[in-house]
Structure formats: C-alpha cells, structure tokens
C-alpha cells in the first residue's frame, strides 16, 4: 500500500516523538512491502514564530492532499503566561480539525499488565481496565460563539450542539461497541445543560438500531468519579467535547504515564493521529519524553487503512519494550539512559526482527545498542 503522509512535529517534545513513529513506520513499511511517503510541515508556536499563523495555508493544503496526518504536540509557555495574546498554537489545532471534518476523537486507555504498579491508582482498581473514549471534537463550547462585553468584565462561552453532530459519533461508538463488550456509556450533564438533554435523547434513539450494545448514563461529575474508583466498568464512553477532553486526561493515570495514551480524531474523509500529551517545554531536548503514545498513535494509522498485521506487530513491540522495561524514566527512573530514541530503536528493530530483539536488550541497557 501506498500512503502520504503529512507529518506536523510541532512544538516541545513533538518532533522528538514524532520521529520515532515515523521511524517505526519506515520499519513496517520495510517489512511488508509498503510505500510511505511523508511530507513535514509547521504548526503551532513554530509556526507563529516563523509565519505569524499557527496553521499557515501550505500546512493546511498538504495536510488536504495527503492520505492521513501524523501528528505531534503544540504549546509553548510564553503563549500559556500570556493571557493577552490574541494568536495562539491551540487555534492551529483547533483549525485544522474544523477544517478537516474531524468530528471523532478515538481515544484508547488500557491498563498494561506489567504496568500496574506505575498507576497511582491501586492494583486492584484498574487491572483488566480496556476503554475507548469516542470524543465529539468539532462542536460545543470550544466553537461556540465567544462574546466579551465591552468593558472586559463579562464572557461568554456558547454549548451548542445539532442532532447531526450527535449522531455521526453515537454511530461509531456503537459501530466500535459491537466489536468490544458491547456496552455504551454516554457522559453529559442532562441535568444542568439543555445541550446535553439532547444528547441523551438523540443517543437513546440511535441505541434502538443496535440491539446488541447496552447504554447507560454518568452525569460527567459522577463518571470522573466512577473512573477513578471502577474504571474496568467502562468500554466505550462516549461524550461531547470539553467532557471528553478532560474525562480523557483524567484516564490517563490509569496506565501510569500521560505518555502511553495515542489517539485518532476520524472524519468522511480525513484523519489524523497524535498523542494525546502536550509539547512538555520542560523536556524538550533531554531525551526522556516518552515516544510510546506518538508510535501508538502510528498504530491507529495502519488501523485506519486496515492494516492490521501491521498494526499489531507494532502494539506487539510496545507490549515487548515494557516488560523489558526498555522505557524513559516516566515509567522507570531506574534505568535514567533509556532515552527516547533507544524506545524507538528497540521497538523499530523488534519489527525487523520479533523473535532476536531480546538479544538487543542488553546491550541497549549498556548504551551500545546494536540496533542503530
């Protein structure tokens, strides 16, 4: 298969992860005969500080023209301590997403078996938990119209949400249900929020067509809760857009590290595939931003192109670089030399070779990998 990538690195940590997916991707392509072809771009704070714009119009126009956009991170704190300014990274994101189509933000969370004790979270609690989070992403507060009185002193944020919105995703959290535990639970504020009474009425009428898929319903202050104390209740969440954000975050500590979680945000006709952590400025050149999330991520891609071969030997070599604990110190300080790019060698050369990378695995903790 052929495939054109658009490649948008970004801000912090974003080209160091990217590079890595990128590499394993290169790999599969190695292995399986493949041809991808990736074509890098600007956007967020990079891209404000060479064009003025966080997604420039050549950025925006590769990213229509290819078959699908890998995606890094954006941000940078002199854009966060800045209340003022009025051109932000996030507005590149929050563009290209509209501009795009893509309305669903798929969103993984599993809890790793040699993982466990990483997890702030008990043993107990969240062994065996396996969710998919469907994120409406183009709707809500975040597009809503924004209004600023003209002394300053008063805001607003308009929640405004169209039956269609509604149900594009419910047909995909269902669709995706099926193939899971069957079980759909919608999160909202139906009590509080006229937009999400909607919500539940169009969800409800949607759940008739799949007989198969149980639904039920968390008010978003009592799911935050339940995802802390039982997260394995869960199998598909559905929700809109701020609930879906920050329930997503949230779900995050589950697997011990921000840095495993990948994610697809899925339209009619495009698709673009990121982690779900931010830039990390902190990080950024030390080598210890975790690359896991960004070549998951690339998994979801060969997912989407129905590659799942492909797809699998991938999650296989991420599963592989755990137990080995071939990880960045965000998941094992004890092994501080293990940096980004021995991640990605270590989980590029399990594609090239699954049943001799355990031979790589001590000379990589040597710092004389044999892989690259």
């Keep these: 298969m052929k495939l054109n990538i658009a490649v948008l690195p ?61 995606f890094g991170a954006i941000g940078d704190p002199k854009f966060d301590n800045d209340p003022s300014a009025k051109v932000r990274p996030e507005q590149g994101l929050l563009k290209l997403r509209k501009e795009l189509g893509l309305f669903a933000n798929i969103r993984p969370v599993k809890a790793y078996e040699t993982l466990l004790s990483k997890s702030p979270l008990k043993k107990s609690i969240i062994e065996g938990t396996d969710i998919s989070i469907y994120r409406e992403l ?32 419910a047909h995909l959290a269902f669709k995706a249900a099926q193939s899971r535990k069957g079980k759909v639970t919608l999160v909202d504020k139906a009590n509080v929020l006229e937009s999400s009474r ?41 929700t809109e857009n701020m609930f879906g954000d920050i329930i997503s975050d949230e779900a995050s500590v589950i697997g011990g590290s921000i840095g495993l979680l990948a994610s697809a945000s899925v339209g009619d006709k495009y698709a673009l595939f990121e982690p779900i952590h931010g830039s990390y400025p902190q990080a950024t050149g030390k080598g ?82 044999t892989i690259i």
């Design 10 to 70: 970004g801000d912090g940590i974003g080209p160091e992860v990217t590079a890595q997916a990128k590499k394993v991707l290169k790999a599969i392509a190695m292995e399986f005969d493949h041809k991808f072809i990736f074509k890098e771009a600007l956007a967020g704070a990079i891209a404000i500080d060479k064009s003025g714009n966080p997604l420039p119009d050549e950025t925006l126009k590769l990213c229509k023209n290819t078959d699908a956009v890998l």
């Design 138 to 169: 183009t709707g809500g507060i975040y597009f809503g119209e924004k209004r600023t009185s003209e002394d300053g002193n008063t805001s607003s944020d308009l929640c405004e949400y169209s039956r269609f919105e509604i149900e594009r995703i």
């Design 198 to 238: 909607l919500w539940r009425k169009v969800v409800t009428e949607i759940a008739l067509e799949y007989p198969d898929v149980s639904l039920d319903f968390l008010f978003v202050d009592n799911a935050a809760m339940q995802m802390i104390l039982n997260p394995k209740q869960f199998d598909v969440i559905l």
């Design 288 to 369: 210890i931003a975790n690359p896991i999330a960004s070549i998951l991520s690339a998994a979801m891609l060969l997912e989407h192109f129905q590659l799942f071969e492909e797809a699998n030997l991938i999650k296989q070599g991420v599963d592989k670089s755990l137990k080995l604990h071939i990880t960045t110190p965000d998941l094992n300080s004890k092994y501080s030399h293990i940096t980004t790019t021995k991640v990605g060698d270590f989980i590029e050369d399990f594609i090239s070779n699954p049943k001799d990378t355990n031979l790589n695995f001590k000379n990589i903790h040597l710092g004389q990998s």
